[in-house]
């Protein structure tokens, strides 16, 4: 039992054994939820309504790479809660099947369990691919443990360089995600931000942040059919319904296929560093567009999305360090 009288699970642990080589992240995420100390990372997130730690590091030298995963249920009255954000309301402690699912959610985001032999052997002499496959086997697309994260993040970051796409989603955790302080720790962790919290916010409010108005618009509205239970982001025949709001189209929900789904071909057509990244071994002067980038990454299917990670890993330095490409006309 806590201090303030909930009664609390033991903490789960866990060990993956990945099939393919994985390297836990170095650094925190750009956005801020995910945390990174150089030897472990973790991520603080809800189960249902209930609060959770994962904790993800490797479960000890030489032991040939398995990391080991533990979760932890928080007491519900340690957690700093924003104005309307539905989780605070029905406040209850993580059973121990909540604390195996947010293990589950934690493992998938960082892909520790995808097999990739196939894909290894069938690229591993690839012009572009071979040698990243060699020098950076652990590449992976860059994943969410729920699907709409990576649909709100979609929404925000269209169009914009990373950094500032980072720079407005941080505004937007920092505001309306709630927070945790971890024992012995100055630095909080935030959760991302619920649906029920930006389907109320005002579009004004998240215009503030940095969001265009239709933008803005766009995020509360995808929010607001969620909540309303008209749209399931892992039943893919519901998301038509997405389809219909500005600013959503198909490379949107390319993004939730690949980053909250783990479809390792949904292809991220409007990754603007990949569009440079393109224009760059295409010799075209300037950023592909979305036909240009398919047809590059045609070939890898039914790898499209997991090659275009790899050749981002391998190659985005040349995008930074080369000269500058003009956007499409």
Not at 175 to 180: C, K, L, N, Q, S
Not at 256 to 268: C, E, N, S, T
């Amino acid at each position: 039992m806590s201090d303030s009288g909930w009664t609390t699970e033991l903490p789960l642990e866990s060990f993956a054994n990945p099939p393919s080589p994985v390297q836990l992240p170095e650094r925190s995420a750009a956005d801020g939820i995910l945390s990174c100390d150089g030897r472990r990372v973790r991520r603080f997130l809800h189960v249902d309504g209930a609060p959770v730690m994962v904790t993800a590091c490797p479960a000890r030298s030489g032991d040939g790479g398995a990391i080991r995963f533990t979760a932890e249920a928080l007491d519900p009255d340690s957690v700093d809660y924003r104005d309307g954000d539905g989780r605070s309301s029905g406040r209850r402690c993580a059973s121990a099947g909540d604390l195996a699912t947010a293990i589950g959610r934690v493992r998938f985001s960082l892909g520790v369990d995808e097999d990739l032999t196939e894909f290894f052997s069938t690229n591993r002499d690839d012009r572009l691919l071979g040698p990243v496959i060699s020098r950076r086997p652990w590449a992976r697309p860059p994943r969410r443990p729920w699907p709409w994260e990576s649909l709100a993040w979609a929404i925000v970051g269209q169009g914009l360089e990373p950094a500032e796409a980072a720079r407005i989603q941080r505004r937007v955790v920092h505001r309306w995600a709630p927070r945790v302080l971890p024992a012995g720790s100055s630095e909080p962790l935030f959760d991302f931000p619920s649906s029920e919290t930006i389907a109320d916010a005002a579009p004004a409010e998240l215009v503030s942040k940095g969001l265009t108005e239709a933008r803005a618009i766009a995020l509360a509205r995808s929010a607001r059919e969620i909540v309303s239970g008209r749209v399931d982001l892992d039943r893919p025949e519901t998301l038509d319904r997405l389809l219909l709001i500005r600013e959503v189209d198909a490379a949107t929900m390319d993004s939730v296929a690949a980053g909250g789904r783990g479809d390792i071909d949904a292809l991220p057509v409007s990754d603007p560093t990949l569009a440079k990244l393109v224009g760059r071994i295409t010799g075209l002067g300037r950023r592909a567009d979305a036909g240009e980038v398919e047809g590059l990454l045609a070939p890898y299917a039914p790898w499209r999305g997991l090659a275009a990670a790899f050749i981002l890993a391998g190659y985005s330095k040349a995008v930074v360090e080369g000269p500058p490409l003009r956007a499409v006309a």
